[in-house]
């Protein structure tokens, strides 16, 4: 079968999957655009907290009763109370902590990365071979630019200039993050490619193929 007679057999598929993709972008290109940052107005809210701790103690003389810098009335269950990610100290650490906390506290990154992992991964299901493929790359591209672009938002904060890292720390501290928040998205879609091409039987395989891949490009 030449290119042509494959476009032209199945032409409404690959209709589907570009639009398809050309909406995603859309959605991130206008998100990136019109995104507001939440961790400006959480530093905000601890800067407050602590000036408000310290009118409190020159008022009562030193005596205070510890509270949180603030509080959210439906916190997520992950990080809700700021625990560390990694055990060892770094600056790339501490950085690659900040990129992942603020992109799973933003209720708006959640949805997008779920919408982006779940519904192509299902759609793979129908379509044929080629455009499967075509949207395989295409929404991993598309992934890793969403993620990619959130942490350099967070690492461009200047409340991070505050404390002392260079820019091998801010590196190691994207790839780091890059790896971890996209391990959820390499093992379910791939693992969809998989089932989509083998059955049951190629689930695992690809899921564990795509998670080394994406440890080799991020290490």
Same mark, same amino acid.
């Given at each position: ?46 800067? %407050?907290?602590? +000036? &408000?701790?310290?009118?409190?103690? &020159? ?10 810098? !603030? ?22 650490? @501490? #950085? ?14 959640? @949805?997008? +990365?779920?919408?982006?992992? &779940? ?5 793979? #299901? ?5 455009? @499967? ?11 890793? !630019? ?9 690492? %461009?904060?200047?409340?991070? +200039? ?8 801010? !590196? ?6 890059? !790896? ?11 693992? +969809? ?17 795509? #998670? #080394? ?5 991020? @290490?």
């Amino acid at each position: 079968m030449t290119l042509f007679q494959f476009i032209s057999t199945h032409t409404m598929a690959i209709s589907l999957v570009g639009l398809l993709l050309f909406i995603m972008y859309a959605i991130l290109r206008h998100d990136r655009i019109t995104r507001s940052s939440h961790f400006s107005l959480h530093v905000a809210k601890e800067n %407050e907290a602590r +000036y &408000m701790a310290l009118d409190q103690v &020159m008022r009562i003389g030193g005596q205070t009763e510890p509270k949180p810098l !603030f509080e959210r009335k439906r916190p997520w269950v992950l990080f809700r109370h700021s625990q560390f990610i990694f055990r060892s100290e770094g600056a790339s650490k @501490r #950085l690659a902590e900040v990129s992942i906390k603020r992109f799973l506290r933003t209720p708006h990154q959640r @949805r997008l +990365y779920i919408g982006m992992t &779940m519904l192509p991964a299902n759609a793979m #299901l129908l379509l044929p071979t080629g455009p @499967r493929i075509a949207i395989t790359i295409g929404v991993s591209l598309l992934m890793l !630019f969403m993620v990619r672009g959130c942490i350099a938002q967070s690492l %461009e904060h200047r409340y991070l +200039y505050q404390f002392r890292w260079d820019e091998l720390d801010a !590196f190691k501290s994207e790839k780091r993050s890059t !790896f971890i928040l996209l391990i959820p998205f390499a093992m379910i879609f791939y693992g +969809y490619l998989g089932g989509s091409f083998f059955g049951l039987l190629g689930i695992l395989p690809f899921s564990i193929g795509a #998670l #080394l891949t994406l440890f080799a490009f991020t @290490r």
